[in-house]
């Protein structure tokens, strides 16, 4: 157990959905980050929150909505999904941002039909 | 070309064998993180280091800051070591993988 979850562990959504990932560390972090990991491709860092403000977000369509209400908590909103957005989402968390160990939540496995 | 560089991609040993994956990278990084992802998707965070050598158990993990080259050596190994094993470089708010090394470990 590594202090950080994530749910719902698999999703099957259509492109027209709204669903909402959600992740959530009791580890007293302060900085949070969403990864993307597809088939074949080496992890992709989405969003980075560090104290509940967003200081990263590297390009990542619209469709794709963070959201850190706390440093809790981490929420990834999605909408409008493409099929190639199936992958494993990721959540982890890091005492502070920067360079520091991350401590990686099991991921969400998505399915877009 | 990736930021982070790992060799080999794919690896099949024996068990008892000892192992060694190699990361190099291009981005000037104060410290390295080496990761194992286990089927299933769970990461673990194994090494976070930024010179000269660290042990844990039958892992270590060596790096040159210079050449900007690390290794992850694995000794004695089991098939429980059968996993990814991922080298990350961060820099500032952003990390790069690498693609990742497949070790299979034969009983």
């Known amino acids: 157990e590594t202090g950080v979850t994530q749910t719902p562990r698999h999703l099957v959504m259509g492109m027209t959905n709204k669903k909402s990932l959600k992740c959530e560390q009791h580890?007293?972090?302060?900085?949070m980050y969403w990864y993307k990991q597809s088939a074949k491709k080496p992890l992709e860092l989405m969003f980075v929150?560090?104290?509940?403000?967003?200081?990263e977000n590297n390009s990542v369509p619209s469709r794709f909505s963070p959201e850190c209400p706390n440093s809790s908590h981490l929420f990834l909103h999605l909408h409008t999904l493409q099929p190639e957005d199936s992958a494993l989402y990721l959540c982890?968390?890091?005492?502070?941002?920067?360079?520091?160990?991350?401590?990686f939540g099991p991921g969400t496995r998505l399915l877009v039909l | 070309k990736n930021e982070v560089e790992q060799s080999p991609q794919n690896l099949t040993a024996q068990e008892g064998e000892f192992i060694t994956i190699n990361c190099s990278y291009s981005?000037?990084?104060?410290?390295l993180h080496w990761l194992q992802q286990h089927p299933g998707g769970g990461i673990v965070s194994l090494f976070m280091?930024?010179?000269g050598k660290k042990k844990h158990g039958r892992l270590i993990a060596t790096i040159n800051i210079q050449e900007k080259h690390s290794s992850l050596h694995i000794t004695a190994s089991h098939p429980r070591d059968s996993a990814v094993y991922i080298c990350?470089?961060?820099?500032?708010?952003?990390?790069?993988f690498g693609t990742g090394t497949s070790l299979t470990v034969i009983p």
């Open positions: 580890l007293g972090h302060n900085a």
């Open positions: 982890a968390s890091s005492p502070s941002g920067g360079e520091g160990t991350q401590y």
């Open positions: 981005v000037g990084i104060s410290a």
């Open positions: 929150y560090s104290l509940e403000e967003r200081v």
């Open positions: 990350a470089a961060p820099r500032g708010n952003q990390f790069y």
């Open positions: 280091l930024s010179s």
